[in-house]
């Protein structure tokens, strides 16, 4: 199977070439250094590209120390101080990564963004940054913040342990010219290099990790087409010199010909959209496939196009405004860069009316059902792929030792059916930095029954294990036996 998929970390020059645009090493609070957790039978899918295969998994404090065959395995067990969780063959692996996050987004009317006060909007997307974690993401890559500060914010709240949420790079607003914005009330304004150049340098000055161009229209503006850019070949290399100056990533809306040529030519790191691409930026961009990440987020124009109807915005409204030739041209431009190894990334977009917070998973069906990914490929992608983002894919994104322990437990087998990783009833366990955020009661190693025990466990605990073994003896034992075993 091939490993070469979005994210190739193994084939991926640019942490050398680019080391100064390495984004932050955040590190996350509030994990106890001696805790332990140990994952006992687990299928464990840990995104190299191996086929998953049994075995145990052990986290000690932030990271994963042992995989596959834990050496103190029976000790450990019997430490009441470690955490055992029985797998039972379901799958573990790595949490999931986003690649163009709106935190910030209200999951409807956008406009209103621009009205909400302060205090309601930190709420709010302080609301969406746990969504993720509960949903199975553990990576985000701000994609854009409704007001200036609130993905900075809401970062450093989760990163001091005092909310729930992922490990996530942070961005400002996005900007736009006075004539090119797709929404007046969350957009920073700016016109030509010099004041360009002035709104980075602000928003790098608030505490961003990465810089947003809105540089094309979009169809569902009508007055803005998407195959509009209104970005100059000027502003575009002035945004670019002036962010990377200080050490920051810049991504870019950019569905547009020229924009996405724009992006190539002068540098953008990441590529959002890109449905217009033509023949000879294609080209371009293979020849310098180890500069940029594309992430197309399909979500939107899917969504657009078939789930909008219940809001009031019918499927032949999308197509005539032109999200059916939006989606086509966007599926046959990734597929056509998945084939050149171009880094092509899922997520994006959720926060929309038809693209809601808790839905972020359905990527990786539209990159397998869409965009011709095998499960593997857009598993890998969804992990190792978007730590090669954050440009730390030698300690995120995978089930490996050494590697943070950002895992989900999984029932099922999302290679068998890549949906199941959208059912959160399906997330049994949720980890981050080595810390527990989601798990039953039921989960843990189970305690000796009654009778077992000295009786100091007078009922039996509702795990599947026990109860099979209760029941054996139950069958096996003449009533009344239990009072001689005290
Ligand atoms: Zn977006």
């Avoid at 490990?167 to 090119?180: I, V």
């Avoid at 310098?288 to 657009?304: E, I, N, Q, R, S």
């Amino acid at each position: 199977m091939s490993t070469n998929v979005g994210g190739s970390p193994q084939a991926n020059g640019h942490t050398e070439t680019k080391s100064w645009l390495q984004p932050k090493n955040y590190t996350m609070a509030g994990t106890h250094p001696e805790s332990k957790i140990l994952f006992l039978d687990v299928n464990i899918l840990d995104s190299t590209g191996s086929e998953p295969y049994m075995g145990d998994v052990l986290i000690e404090g932030e990271r994963i120390t042992q995989v596959g065959t834990v050496p103190s395995r029976a000790t450990l067990v019997n430490n009441p101080r470690v955490r055992v969780i029985n797998g039972r063959g379901r799958t573990l692996m790595s949490g999931l990564g986003d690649a163009h996050t709106h935190m910030s987004w209200n999951g409807g009317d956008l406009e209103a963004l621009g009205d909400l006060p302060v205090e309601e909007h930190t709420l709010l997307t302080a609301r969406s940054a746990q969504c993720y974690l509960d949903s199975g993401y553990t990576m985000c890559f701000g994609g854009a913040s409704a007001k200036e500060r609130l993905d900075v914010v809401i970062r450093d709240a989760i990163n001091a342990g005092d909310i729930p949420g992922p490990r996530s790079l942070a961005n400002g607003k996005e900007m736009a010219r006075r004539d090119g914005e797709l929404c007046a009330g969350i957009t920073a304004y700016a016109d030509g290099p010099d004041e360009m150049r002035e709104v980075i340098r602000h928003h790098v000055a608030l505490g961003v990790d990465n810089i947003k161009l809105s540089m094309s229209g979009e169809e569902i503006l009508e007055n803005r087409s998407a195959e509009e850019c209104f970005f100059t070949d000027e502003e575009t290399a002035a945004c670019v010199d002036e962010a990377h100056k200080h050490g920051k990533l810049v991504c870019a809306h950019a569905r547009a010909r020229d924009s996405v040529t724009m992006c190539v030519k002068h540098g953008v790191d990441v590529i959002f959209h890109a449905s217009f691409i033509d023949d000879a930026t294609m080209d371009m961009l293979e020849k310098v496939k180890d500069k940029h990440w594309v992430a197309p987020a399909l979500a939107f124009p899917y969504g657009t196009l078939y789930d909008a109807a219940p809001f009031g915005y019918a499927q032949s409204k999308a197509e005539k405004v032109g999200y059916k030739r939006d989606l086509e041209s966007s599926i046959k431009a990734m597929r056509e860069m998945h084939k050149r190894g171009i880094r092509v990334l899922p997520g994006g977009d959720y926060g929309f009316a038809w693209t809601p917070h808790g839905t972020y998973a359905r990527d990786l069906e539209h990159f397998v059902n869409l965009l011709g990914f095998t499960p593997m490929e857009a598993i890998i992608s969804s992990t190792a792929g978007v730590a090669d983002l954050f440009m730390r894919s030698h300690e995120l994104g995978k089930i490996q030792p050494g590697y943070y322990a950002d895992c989900i437990l999984v029932d099922g087998n999302p290679l068998e059916d890549i949906s199941i990783l959208q059912d959160h009833d399906k997330l049994n366990v949720i980890i981050i930095n080595g810390r527990v955020h989601k798990v039953s009661p039921q989960e843990y190693h189970p305690p000796p029954v009654a009778g077992q025990d000295g009786n100091r466990h007078v009922i039996v605990p509702n795990f599947p294990e026990v109860k099979k073994q209760w029941q054996k003896v139950d069958i096996a034992t003449p009533f009344g036996q239990y009072d001689t075993e005290k």
